[in-house]
């Protein structure tokens, strides 16, 4: 399977516990997106990078959550201290051009639940 | 500001009927581009279509077509003969000229009864 895979596809932590998730974009893809989905809404953007470089954050990205793309390929995103506001689906996509001129490629994103 | 309005939050339909799924953006960008994404039960996003605003021509891809409305602000959706396995969560997303971020609605969950 070449298209973009997330782990872990579901986590359960208690509050006040840090969590990571990981994403692994389509190999030839330079941009990589994170999006959180909660229950009845749609996907809202989080950060993205053009190979390594963080080039965007969202407000919503609070100084408890950083991602990172070491080497331009597959990048992480960790959560400091959970809350239980951060319970959400959160979704990876990449693609090989600008979010507007073509397809973001979606993994099927990773379900935190925070007790 | 932008923004994304999918008004009709679940409808359900017959196999075999025709259904309409509405969707009105709201942005004061005149170059934009507009999307339609699928989310089934696995949850992984499915890219369906993209506009750009200086595009109103209406598509058709089989049974899917898109009704792209500058006037009206709308870029609906319809999905003739619908299917069981069209039963999913479909986003309306709004983009900007640059590399902004994609916007979306809260979608709309069809449902699609045998």
């Known amino acids: 399977d070449t298209g973009v895979s997330q782990d872990p596809r579901h986590k359960i932590t208690k509050r006040g516990q840090n969590v990571t998730f990981r994403c692994d974009p389509i190999?030839?893809?330079?941009?990589l997106y994170w999006y959180r989905q909660t229950l009845g809404q749609g996907p809202e953007f989080l950060t993205y990078?053009?190979?390594?470089?963080?080039?965007?954050k969202s407000r919503l990205l609070s100084d408890r959550f950083s991602a990172e793309r070491p080497k331009g390929s597959f990048s992480t995103l960790e959560i400091q201290r959970t809350e239980q506001g951060d319970s959400a689906m959160y979704l990876c996509?990449?693609?090989?051009?600008?979010?507007?001129?073509?397809?973001?490629?979606f993994g099927e994103g990773s379900r935190l639940t925070v007790l | 500001a932008q923004k994304v309005t999918q008004a009709q939050t679940e409808i359900s339909v017959v196999e075999k009927e025709d259904v309409t799924l509405d969707c009105v953006y709201e942005?004061?960008?005149?170059?934009?581009?507009l999307f339609w994404y699928k989310q089934p039960p696995s949850g992984e996003l499915v890219f369906l279509i993209r506009?750009?605003?200086?595009?109103?021509q209406n598509e058709i891809s089989g049974r899917y077509s898109w009704n792209f409305q500058k006037s009206t602000s709308s870029f609906n959706f319809t999905i003739t003969a619908s299917q069981v396995v069209d039963s999913a969560v479909y986003f309306c997303?709004?983009?900007?000229?640059?590399?902004?971020?994609?916007?979306f609605g809260k979608g709309t969950r069809l449902s699609v009864i045998a």
């Open positions: 506009r750009n605003s200086f595009d109103e």
């Open positions: 190999s030839e893809h330079n941009r």
């Open positions: 990078f053009q190979n390594e470089a963080q080039l965007e």
């Open positions: 942005t004061r960008d005149t170059t934009y581009y």
């Open positions: 996509a990449s693609s090989s051009g600008g979010q507007n001129t073509g397809e973001l490629f």
């Open positions: 997303a709004l983009g900007v000229s640059g590399n902004t971020p994609l916007v």
